[in-house]
């Protein structure tokens, strides 16, 4: 499952995706794991979340990125969730939405992974297909 937090910046995307994480720790029997552009966010997270610092690793681009998830859930078998904060800037968006996407739609139905994901985009701007996949919108 994709499910997409959209708004604008500065409207509080974060604070409901780190909501959404503290509460899905609670009730989930598999592992989370929170990935950020920074670690400004760290102790707001419950601590048996994992944080990762995108940036920390080098990704340079979102072939890299999706690559990058990729190894992240073959890690763990556990895992239920992923948060993706910051998401344009930590996937290297630009044009490429759409394919990134689906990429990631791919990956979450074959190991059964859900990602929720913070967009700097208004509803509206994002492709038609994605529209139903907005359980936020600010």
């Given at each position: 499952?994709?499910?997409?937090?959209?708004?604008?910046?500065?409207?509080?995307k974060t604070k409901v995706l780190i909501q959404k994480a503290n509460d899905d720790i609670k009730?989930?029997?598999?592992?989370?794991?929170?990935?950020?552009?920074?670690?400004?966010?760290?102790?707001?997270?419950?601590?048996?979340?994992?944080?990762?610092?995108?940036?920390?690793?080098?990704?340079?681009?979102?072939?890299?990125?999706?690559?990058?998830?990729?190894?992240?859930?073959?890690?763990?078998?556990?895992?239920?969730?992923?948060?993706?904060?910051?998401?344009?800037?930590?996937?290297?968006?630009?044009?490429?939405?759409?394919?990134c996407i689906r990429q990631l739609d791919r990956l979450s139905k074959k190991f059964d992974v859900?990602?929720?994901?913070?967009?700097?985009?208004?509803?509206?701007?994002?492709?038609?297909?994605?529209?139903?996949?907005?359980?936020?919108?600010?």
């Amino acid at each position: 499952m994709i499910d997409i937090i959209a708004g604008r910046k500065g409207r509080g995307k974060t604070k409901v995706l780190i909501q959404k994480a503290n509460d899905d720790i609670k009730v989930t029997n598999g592992t989370i794991v929170y990935l950020d552009k920074n670690n400004k966010h760290m102790y707001e997270l419950n601590n048996q979340i994992r944080l990762i610092v995108v940036p920390e690793f080098n990704i340079i681009d979102t072939d890299m990125f999706i690559g990058f998830i990729s190894g992240i859930i073959s890690q763990d078998h556990d895992l239920d969730k992923i948060f993706l904060d910051s998401f344009l800037t930590i996937a290297f968006i630009d044009d490429n939405f759409t394919e990134c996407i689906r990429q990631l739609d791919r990956l979450s139905k074959k190991f059964d992974v859900d990602f929720i994901i913070s967009a700097s985009l208004d509803k509206e701007e994002l492709p038609e297909e994605f529209r139903p996949l907005v359980s936020v919108a600010l």
